[in-house]
T-cell receptor
Framework: GAVVSQHPSWVICKSGTSVKIECRSLDFQATTMFWYRQFPKQSLMLMATSNEGSKATYEQGVEKDKFLINHASLTLSTLTVTSAHPEDSSFYIC??????????????FGQGTRLTVV | KQEVTQIPAALSVPEGENLVLNCSFTDSAIYNLQWFRQDPGKGLTSLLLIQSSQREQTSGRLNASLDKSSGRSTLYIAASQPGDSATYLCATSGNTPLVFGKGTRLSVIA
């Protein structure tokens, strides 16, 4: 199956600093990538949809100036958490869509990044 | 707005038992339905994808079925093993990105 690599797996940062998380599709081109956040014992919540070469689409309640998403190539999307605060501590997961026919899509996920803001 | 519900929220079974996980969704206009596995603190692993035109998919000891008209999908795990212990999530895709259920936390006891 398709492989999505997410880096780093975990990161601890000080409050007020910024953290960048990378999501790469290793063996396929992903025109669309998604970023999710998961709080303990909760389901995945979509934060934003990232399309290559265009601005990301953010879900309601997600601050676009705080969670900067860049999708500069067909294999790389980045999420930058700016001015991180302890309440941003969470598990962040990216996914990328493969598409071999128009409607035959399958989502593959990165390993996730555990962010702890102290 | 699509809503995905998974029942039960948690399940504990002895090793070797066959089990069924349930997933229901409110909007039947889906492109496909996926089942995922998530180990604690880890990302998601795609297990099975059922396209909207299909009724079931099989992979090893796993069998997933889809009934679009009733808004239901089931994941059948045969001869469960302790290594199957994880949270299982189903998700639908349609005009919007994947919508996830909250998952079923499975514990298989040796």
């Amino acid at each position: 199956g398709a492989v999505v690599s997410q880096h780093p797996s975990w990161v601890i940062c000080k409050s007020g600093t910024s953290v960048k998380i990378e999501c790469r599709s290793l063996d396929f081109q992903a025109t669309t990538m998604f970023w999710y956040r998961q709080f303990p014992k909760q389901s995945l919540m979509l934060m934003a949809t990232s399309n290559e070469g265009s601005k990301a689409t953010y879900e309601q309640g997600v601050e676009k100036d705080k969670f900067l998403i860049n999708h500069a190539s067909l294999t790389l999307s980045t999420l930058t958490v700016t001015s991180a605060h302890p309440e941003d501590s969470s598990f962040y997961i990216c996914s990328a869509l493969t598409r071999d026919r128009v409607w035959n899509t399958e989502a593959f996920f990165g390993q996730g990044t555990r962010l702890t803001v102290v | 707005k699509q809503e995905v519900t998974q029942i039960p929220a948690a399940l504990s079974v002895p090793e070797g038992e066959n089990l069924v996980l349930n997933c229901s969704f409110t909007d039947s206009a889906i492109y496909n339905l996926q089942w995922f596995r998530q180990d604690p603190g880890k990302g998601l692993t795609s297990l099975l994808l059922i396209q909207s035109s299909q009724r079931e998919q099989t992979s090893g000891r796993l069998n997933a079925s889809l009934d679009k008209s009733s808004g239901r999908s089931t994941l059948y795990i045969a001869a469960s093993q302790p290594g199957d212990s994880a949270t299982y999530l189903c998700a639908t895709s349609g005009n919007t990105p994947l919508v996830f259920g909250k998952g079923t936390r499975l514990s298989v006891i040796a």
